[in-house]
C-alpha cells in the first residue's frame, strides 16, 4: 500500500471504522456507489481496508443506473482494472420523475435509490450498507436541522436499517472533501456524472455558503462540530 494512501485518507477512513466499530468479522458491505467522488473512494478505501484490516469482511459496489448517469462505461472500466468488485441494477425511474409544487424531485429519487439498495441488499443477504457521508455533510445536516427543525441531531456513523436487521454505516464520516478530492485525482478515477438538470442545484447550498463563511474567522468550525456531536453534556440541555 502506497504512503500517501495512509496519509491522504486510509487513516481517517480507518479511525472512523474502529473508533464508532463499524465493521464486525464476517460482515458482508454494500456500498452504494453513484459514481462520484465520495461513494467512489468509498468503495475503494474499504477494498483497501480489506487487506489490512484484521477483520475478514466482504465488500461490494452497487450502481443503481437509473437512466440520467454519464462515463458510465468509461468509470465501469477503470474500476474494473482498480480491481473493484461493482454492479450495475438498471431500473429506468428518473425521466418519470418532475418537478412538483416548485420541489426538485431530488428527495424522491434519493429515497427511490435507497430503497432499490437496500432491496439487493436484502435479496443478496449483505448484512450492512455503506453510505458516503463526509465530514462536510455531516456538518451541514447538524446546521440544517437547527435552523430548520430546531433540534440538535447530525448524522450518524452507525445506525439500523428501520426495517430489517440490515445496518447502515458511513465510513467517511471524518474525511473532508478536501482530501476526498485529493485521493481521487492521485487516483485519476473518471468519475461518472448525472445528466438530470435537477442535479446542480443543492438544498445544502445555502447551509454550505454560511458554513464556509463561518470556517474564516473558525478554520477549524466543521471539525469541532464533529467533535461535538460527540461530546455532549446532557447536563447543560435544556
Not at 494512501?5 to 471504522?17: M, T
Not at 452504494?32 to 489490512?52: E, I
Not at 443477504?125 to 456538518?139: C, K, M, P, S
Request: net charge negative; with cysteine.
Amino acid at each position: 500500500m502506497n504512503k500517501w494512501e495512509s496519509n491522504v485518507y486510509l487513516k481517517k477512513l480507518r479511525q472512523a471504522v474502529d473508533h464508532f466499530q463499524l465493521i464486525k468479522p464476517g460482515d458482508r458491505i454494500l456500498v452504494g456507489v453513484s459514481g462520484g467522488k465520495d461513494s467512489t473512494l468509498l468503495l475503494y478505501g474499504l477494498s483497501q481496508l480489506r487487506k489490512v484490516h484484521p477483520y475478514n469482511f466482504e465488500v461490494e459496489g452497487l450502481i443503481v443506473n437509473h437512466g440520467m448517469l454519464g462515463n458510465m462505461e468509461t468509470y465501469l472500466t477503470y474500476c474494473k482494472d482498480l480491481g473493484l468488485k461493482l454492479t450495475v441494477h438498471t431500473e429506468l425511474y428518473a425521466e418519470s420523475l418532475g418537478e412538483e409544487n416548485g420541489f426538485s424531485p431530488c428527495y424522491t429519487c434519493s429515497r427511490l435509490r435507497k430503497g432499490i439498495v437496500k432491496r439487493i441488499a436484502l435479496e443478496k443477504e449483505f448484512n450492512a450498507i455503506a453510505y458516503g457521508h463526509t465530514l462536510e455533510d455531516v456538518v451541514e445536516t447538524f446546521f440544517m436541522n437547527i435552523v430548520k427543525q430546531g433540534k440538535i441531531a447530525g448524522i450518524p456513523a452507525l445506525s439500523q436499517e428501520s426495517e430489517s436487521d440490515i445496518k447502515l454505516i458511513r465510513p467517511l464520516i471524518l474525511l473532508d472533501e478536501v482530501a476526498i478530492q485529493k485521493a481521487i485525482e492521485i487516483l485519476g478515477i473518471p468519475l461518472m456524472h448525472d445528466t438530470c438538470t435537477f442535479a446542480h442545484g443543492r438544498v445544502r447550498d445555502e447551509a454550505e455558503k454560511v458554513i464556509q463563511r463561518i470556517e474564516e474567522t473558525y478554520p477549524a468550525f466543521s471539525e469541532q462540530v464533529v467533535k461535538a456531536l460527540q461530546n455532549v453534556d446532557l447536563n447543560r440541555l435544556l
